[in-house]
T-cell receptor
Framework: GENVEQHPSTLSVQEGDSAVIKCTYS??????FPWYKQELGKRPQLIID?????GEKKDQRIAVTLNKTAKHFSLHITETQPEDSAVYFC?????????FGAGTRLTVKP | GAVVSQHPSRVICKSGTSVKIECRSL??????MFWYRQFPKQSLMLMAT?????????EQGVEKDKFLINHASLTLSTLTVTSAHPEDSSFYIC???????????FGQGTRLTVV
């Protein structure tokens, strides 16, 4: 089955700096890659996603890149703010299931 | 976005008893629902994929006789933890995509404590 690896497990940045989280996947059949943000005690919420026929997608301060050949995708957050502090999960989806990476705990220091 | 409702949000039960957790899609039909288990400060571990009208697909290492999944309608999937033990204490959360290969919407999660 699909195996998703995510790095780093923790990331601390100063407010205003950029943050990058990277994921790799193993199943070449995976074709949809969402990123979720989970704040303490809350359910995960989708923040951005990308499909396998697209290499990059941007939404304001958030962008995602996908390299299908290398089977890796990354989340980029620019101009980080304290409210960006949360746990971020990447996921890879095939026709049958959605599997998550181990998560990255992002801390933005004011 | 779509709404997925999960109940109960918290439950405490005695060892040896069974607990049922419900996951409902309120404004769309969910042919597929996913059940995850999340330990403190850890990731969402896929337990099983629930398919309406057919048997659930369980991940390796997940006991299907212990974690009974029923997906009897297009809006409801249930997870029953049978003969619960303290090691089953965890956060269980469901999600449902409107269509496969699309955003999955999460329930609120259920904090299960077995005493």
């Amino acid at each position: 089955g699909e195996n998703v690896e995510q790095h780093p497990s923790t990331l601390s940045v100063q407010e205003g700096d950029s943050a990058v989280i990277k994921c790799t996947y193993s199943d070449s059949a995976s074709n949809y890659f969402p990123w979720y943000k989970q704040e303490l005690g809350k359910r995960p919420q989708l923040i951005i996603d990308i499909r396998s026929n697209v290499g990059e997608k941007k939404d304001q301060r958030i962008a995602v890149t996908l390299n299908k050949t290398a089977k890796h995708f990354s989340l980029h957050i620019t101009e980080t703010q304290p409210e960006d502090s949360a746990v971020y999960f990447c996921a890879a989806t095939t026709n049958n299931d959605m599997r998550f990476g181990a998560g990255t705990r992002l801390t933005v220091k004011p | 976005g779509a709404v997925v409702s999960q109940h109960p949000s918290r439950v405490i039960c005695k060892s040896g008893t069974s607990v049922k957790i419900e996951c409902r899609s309120l404004d769309f039909q969910a042919t597929t629902m996913f059940w995850y288990r999340q330990f403190p400060k850890q990731s969402l571990m896929l337990m099983a994929t629930s398919n309406e009208g057919s048997k659930a697909t369980y991940e390796q290492g997940v006991e299907k006789d212990k974690f009974l999944i029923n997906h009897a309608s297009l809006t409801l999937s249930t997870l029953t933890v049978t003969s619960a033990h303290p090691e089953d204490s965890s956060f269980y959360i469901c999600s449902a995509p409107k269509t496969l290969e699309a955003e999955a919407f999460f329930g609120q999660g259920t904090r299960l404590t077995v005493v």
